[in-house]
């Protein structure tokens, strides 16, 4: 059975000493994450939750969060994972669409989650740091007993964004992710002598997987961060002898960029890992030079649980791409016909995706599933290439290719173009509607600090390294980019400033 709460009941059986969750000096070890999490199980059944019921967690990265996950799961329930960044307004669409019982919120979201779920009819809990308190769970008898579950048993419902409308909720099974855990601790060769970095927030999958779920399932270490600074990280990696990082490309540059870094014990570092957008090249090197560590290039979605490929560590690794995929994980390639684009053709094509960590669809929204399901392969709306051994490489996502006067036009290389440029410290490059090409490209440049340059020069400067139909006609010169939870820019919220502004076409 792929229960997700076995792998802890393993570790606190094999190694119920070890740290298994630490913020600053607040740690947990494996027996004591078992013994919260069973109190919180007993708790909700207590309450009269059941099995399939949908509880909502509304937390950082404390160690609030996996002892109400674990306990969650424990009770046979659902969790559902948000941002506690969110609004009332968005927090409210998401449990009224996902039909959630209870919800367990920090202090910090606890205004905007208590408005959503009164608004919604639910009860909302304020939890410490550390879980629930002590009178929240007075009289309550923890068993350590987690309730049975099929494989197929929906345990996480993750919402991802849609190509219109609403966020969907992905329905993740605990095969799917006891399975993708089981993956990702393997490929980073993670035993319980290990300790992972958790900067990445738990209600993304790529922390939830990557660094909680991988590390319980090997019994090493997780240690937190509420928010990522760069300072404050390398202080935590020196601390606690960090020697997995996982990141987003941004946080590898911060990093970098911090100027007495030198100063920091990152010794322990042996492993790094990257992924929710392409790592520049420049920077992956520049990292693996200055802390003397490698750095594995992954992909995957919310619908995969989320790892689908990777540079494995035992065989060539190849910057740029995102390697090979995992075990019990197929890819392939289709056309936009939805034919098979054959080994060794160097095509573009939309990555589909087969295997252990595929979703088992869409909540309540079958027409939706039926979209991207179809005879198990899932559509990722990835574009990539693959070379003759096998490895991938993105070129776009297919909702954000622009087409200029019937030409493709694969955002990703453009800012690859324009990083180039020793002013640029990041791009992000989106169509822009045209009465006659259908499309322009367009490009918002952030400009390194103290950097000069001049939106004629960025242009001129994409126009000798591209074709002439690739090139952005309109560059406009921003002090940030909209980014989403991890990081990653979301290219959909860039909107081009007023044409009376400086960001003239070319």
Sequence with gaps: MAHLVTNLVAAARDHPSNPAVRLDEAVLSYSDLLEAASRVAAFLRARGLVPGDR?????????AFPVLFYGSLMAGCVVLPLNPLLRAREIEYYLEDSGTSLVFASNQAGEAAAIAALS????CLLVGATGPRGDQLADVAANGIAVDVADDDTAVLLYTSWVTGKPRGAQLTHANLSTNAATSATVLKCTSDDVLMGCLPMFHLFGLTGALNAAVSAAACLTLMPRFQPAKALEVIGRDKVTIFEGVPTMYSALLQMQNRDAYDVSTLRTCVTGGSAMPVAVLKSFEEAFGCIVLEGYGLSETSPVAAFNHMDAERKPGSIGTPVAGTELRLVNDGGQLIPAGNDGVGEIEIRGEGVMKGYWEHPEDTDKVLRDGWLR?????????????????????????????????????????HEAVADVAVIGIDHGHLGEEVGAAV????????????????????????????????????????????????VSPPPQDEPARPG
């Excluded at 919604?120 to 009860?123: S, T, W």
């Design 55 to 63: 509880i909502c967690l509304v937390l950082p990265n404390v160690p």
């Design 120 to 123: 919604v009819g639910v009860e």
């Design 380 to 420: 990722s709306g990835d574009l990539a290439t693959r070379d003759k051994d096998g490895y991938y490489f993105i070129v776009d996502r297919k909702k954000d290719l622009i087409i200029r006067g019937g030409y493709n036009v694969y955002p990703g290389e453009i800012e690859d173009a324009l990083r180039e």
């Design 446 to 493: 952030i400009l390194e600090p103290g950097a000069f340059t001049t939106v004629a020069e960025l242009r001129n400067f994409a126009k000798l390294r591209l074709a002439a139909y690739k090139y952005p006609r309109y560059v406009w010169i921003v002090d940030e980019l909209p980014r989403d939870a991890t990081g990653v820019v979301v290219r959909r919220e």
